[in-house]
């Protein structure tokens, strides 16, 4: 079982930097591979970044590569989503998920953080 609280939402202007924060509980964290996802208003929900369990694979889709960079803290149960050189089209909701060990797709999810870029 792992519980995660998404934290570092916010209103930021466009070129601004933001941190979203995710906290885990639960045993599993250490050795899920975590992502975060982004849900815009009239949108589905889409890939933003992974991590492996042991922070030495890292994945992006290709509109946040170069401005976004996710690292873990497994001492800490916490994982980490750097946003630089945002844009409006970021704004979303953005979701914190984990992919334990045996699932075969993202089974635990954060409740979301708004992030909004302004123009």
């Known amino acids: 079982q792992v519980q995660l609280v998404e934290s570092g939402g916010g209103l930021v202007q466009a070129g601004g930097s933001l941190r979203l924060s995710c906290a885990a509980s639960?045993?599993?964290?250490?050795?899920?591979?975590m992502g975060w996802f982004c849900q815009a208003p009239g949108k589905e929900r889409e890939f933003v970044a992974a991590?492996?369990?042991?922070?030495?694979?890292?994945y992006y889709a290709d509109s946040v590569k170069g401005r976004f960079t996710i690292f873990r803290d497994n001492a800490k149960n916490t994982v980490h989503l750097q946003m630089n050189s945002l844009k409006p089209e970021d704004t979303a909701v953005y979701y914190c998920?984990?992919?334990?060990?045996?699932?075969?797709?993202?089974?635990?999810w954060g409740q979301g953080t708004q992030v909004t870029v302004s123009s």
């Open positions: 998920a984990a992919r334990t060990v045996g699932a075969g797709d993202y089974n635990y």
């Open positions: 639960g045993r599993s964290f250490s050795t899920a591979r």
């Open positions: 991590i492996s369990w042991s922070g030495g694979r890292t």
